[in-house]
């Protein structure tokens, strides 16, 4: 029988191998991670339709990463993803699905029509949830811009009205590659992955 050290050991060992599962609704964030991760997180994922919360991102986060350990019982993360207006005080933030379905690339523009300043920010919040029981941990990644006219082909949510500062594209014209390595999603896993490496947690091959 292993003794007590060696069978935390292994239970260690089991925890630093375990898949760590992304469950989302969303096929292009999905895609997102696994490109920006590599092979260096041990990662799995699960479609679940989540609940849309209300909140802050970081309470809307949090409530689904509770919600998805306990149901499949594992360690998950999860993510919410903000579009942020500074003319509106950060709105739609997390409402901004509903936005994009209701009034859509036009609507939004038309939104800021009042205002010179059409500065916004694109914020995602991971939440990490090691189990049913556990206290979600949350990283949050931010990158500014502002809200154009639609440009670029409209294959995942608002990238074609959102251009980072900096760039004269709008993430929807940019190529992948360059999204991945200056989006809202790329900065908050960059603080996850560090986090997961300082516990040596699901790591995969480095
Ligand atoms: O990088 C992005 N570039 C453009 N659009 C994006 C991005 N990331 C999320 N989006 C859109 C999808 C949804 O309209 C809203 C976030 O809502 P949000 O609830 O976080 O995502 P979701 O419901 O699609 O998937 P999930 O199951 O993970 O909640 O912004
Ligand atoms: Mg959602």
Redesign the pocket.
């Known amino acids: 029988m292993a003794t007590p050290t060696a069978a935390a050991a292994s239970a260690a060992q089991l925890l630093k191998s375990q898949p760590l599962i992304f469950?989302?609704?969303?096929a292009?964030?999905l895609r997102?991670v696994q490109s920006i991760l590599g092979t260096k997180i041990h990662l799995a994922s699960h479609a679940?339709?989540?609940p849309?919360y209300q909140g802050t991102s970081a309470s809307?986060s949090a409530a689904?990463a509770k919600l998805a350990a306990s149901t499949l019982n594992r360690p998950v993360i999860?993510?919410?993803?903000?579009?942020c207006f500074n003319a509106l005080n950060g709105l739609p933030g997390?409402y901004?699905?509903w936005f994009?379905?209701g009034v859509g690339h036009e609507g939004l523009n038309k939104m800021l029509a009042g205002f010179e300043d059409k500065s916004g920010y694109?914020l995602?919040t991971f939440a990490y949830c090691a189990g049913p029981d556990a206290e979600p941990i949350l990283f949050e990644g931010r990158t500014e811009g502002r809200i154009v006219p639609a440009r670029g082909p409209a294959n995942?949510?608002?990238?074609p009205i959102?251009e980072p500062s900096g760039f004269t594209q709008t993430?929807a014209e940019m190529d992948k590659s360059v999204?991945n390595t200056i989006?809202?999603?790329y900065r908050a896993l960059a603080k996850l992955q560090a986090y997961l490496a300082e516990h040596g947690l699901h790591q995969g091959q480095q």
Request: aromatic fraction near 12%; hydrophobic fraction near 30%.
């Open positions: 469950v989302t609704g969303s292009n964030k997102e679940l339709d989540l849309e809307v689904k999860t993510e919410d993803t903000c579009l997390p901004i699905k994009l379905e694109a995602c995942f949510g608002w990238d959102f993430y999204k989006s809202h999603r």
